[in-house]
Every structure is written in C-alpha cells, then in structure tokens.
C-alpha cells in the first residue's frame, strides 16, 4: 500500500514525522510536504508561481519511503506528489493530512490548509483522511495517532465518493480521552482583533487574531462542542457546494434577459 502524507505545518513539524513513522507500519510512506508553514491556505494552488520539489535526503524521515520539501501550498503537495509517483508507476492508494497543530472544526475547515490538502486526495479520486490535534502547541499525539491507524481500512472504502474523513483529538493524553465520537461540523465564531502594527501617510499594516468562543446554538453532536468536553471525533466532509433549495428558489424566479 501506498500512503501520501503531507500537512500546512510544513516539513520539519513534530505533528507529520510523528504520522508518517506510524503509518509506515502500514504501507509505503512517501511524504510531500510545504518548506514552510502555510496554516490556514485553504486550498489555494500555485498558478503563477512555479513549484520547486527538492528530495530530501535519505533518513531525513525514518521508516518512510521517500520525502520530499515542496515550495508550494498543500494542496499543491498532493497534487504534485500523486503525479510524480504515478510517472514513476507508483499509484497513491490514500492520502493523508497533518497531524495538524490546531484543531480543523466546524466552518474552520474552509481556511486549512490541511484539509485541504486531503481535500486535493479526494478531488483526484483518493480516499483521505486529515488529522488534527486541537492545540497550536500539541503535547500529545498518541489519540490521534492511534486513530489514524485504525480508521485506515475504513477511510479506504471512501474512495471515489467525494467525502473526505476529518479526525480531531483534544490535546490530553490518551488515556484521558473520554472516547470516540461521530460529529458534524458546526459554525465556529471568534472574538477577533485587528492589531496596527505599522501606520504611515498611505499604507496601514494589520495583524489579525482571535480566539473562538463557545456558541450556545451548538447541536450536542457538534464537533467543537465534543473537543471541548473531551472527546475526540471523527467528521465525514463531502466537497459538493450546491444549494439545492435554493437552487429551486431561483428556478421560480423566473429571470430572463
């Protein structure tokens, strides 16, 4: 089996070295990932600009395959990685995202990165999985990659379904994990700043923040909700944006040029 990896994090973070030495007991780890961080990137690609692909050296990933630093977005990694395989016969069976430092709930999985970099798996007919611990400094990885590891024959069922599966763990040591919870993902709200950094005659220099804030409109099966109550949860995403109620609404419109 031939697992890609890859993350927003970029190459040297703990959270991918750690998911790629525990999914190479299970295949064939080949790891793409960006040079530098690109958290929250969503799944923008390098149009423009052209994508430099350096091999690492050998070692530089124990246990894995091959590995290899992308200058480029993360959706750019896996697009790349599956096609650099495939012209050396190597075809991807799954792809997979992280371990994200921070968690990837509710509407944040539009801005990240490492979704969407398991997104571009599904997009090119992929089973894929993003996995997530929910601390931008995580101290524990074992919840999550003890869920990676067992949702493997499952996530590969999903192949060519337009659905991606999205793990997320609270930072807390396995054995205080209170257990595995199927969620949905619910709307995250911040309370945000805009900090001036620098202010002159023409150009103003921001710097954005926040921190998300519990809502009292949260189902009990939402997964930010579930996170903060301990929990870790597994969310089934699928990529199809039409509004079909809508969609009727607009047929009774009626419009006409």
């Known amino acids: 089996m031939n697992i890609l990896v890859s993350n927003d994090d970029g190459i040297k ?53 091959e590995a290899y630093s992308v200058k480029g977005t993360p959706a750019d990694c896996v697009k790349i990685g599956i096609d650099l395989l495939r012209r050396r016969g190597i075809e991807t069976d799954i792809v997979y995202a992280g371990i994200n430092h921070g968690g990837n709930l509710g509407s944040d999985t539009m801005y990240s990165g490492t979704v969407s970099a398991a997104a571009e798996g599904v997009f090119e007919g992929k089973p894929a999985v993003a996995v997530s611990v929910s601390s931008h400094a995580p101290r524990y990885f074992e919840g999550c990659l003890s869920l990676a590891e067992r ?58 923040g926040g921190q998300p804030v519990e809502s009292e409109g949260w189902d009990e099966d939402t997964d930010a909700l579930l996170i903060r109550r301990g929990y870790a949860t597994i969310a089934v995403v699928r990529y199809d944006l039409n509004d079909y109620e809508g969609l009727e609404e607009v047929k009774k419109w009626g419009i006409k040029l």
């Not at 080949?30 to 969503?42: I, T």
């Not at 060519?160 to 709200?189: H, R």
């Open 151 to 208: 949702i493997l024959p499952f996530a590969l069922k999903t192949a060519g379904k337009g659905q991606l599966i999205s793990i997320n763990t609270p930072d807390v040591p396995l054995s205080e994990i209170k257990g595995v919870a199927p969620a949905k993902l619910g709307e995250v709200k911040y309370d945000q700043w805009f900090k001036v950094i620098d202010e002159k005659e023409d150009a103003i220099t921001y710097r954005y």
């Open 13 to 65: 973070a703990e959270g991918i070295r750690r998911l790629a030495e525990t999914l190479s007991g299970l295949g064939d780890v080949y790891v793409f990932a960006p040079d530098s961080e690109r958290s929250a990137s969503s799944h923008a690609l390098s149009i423009i600009d052209d994508i430099t692909v350096m091999r690492l050296p050998e070692g530089s990933f124990p246990a894995t395959k």
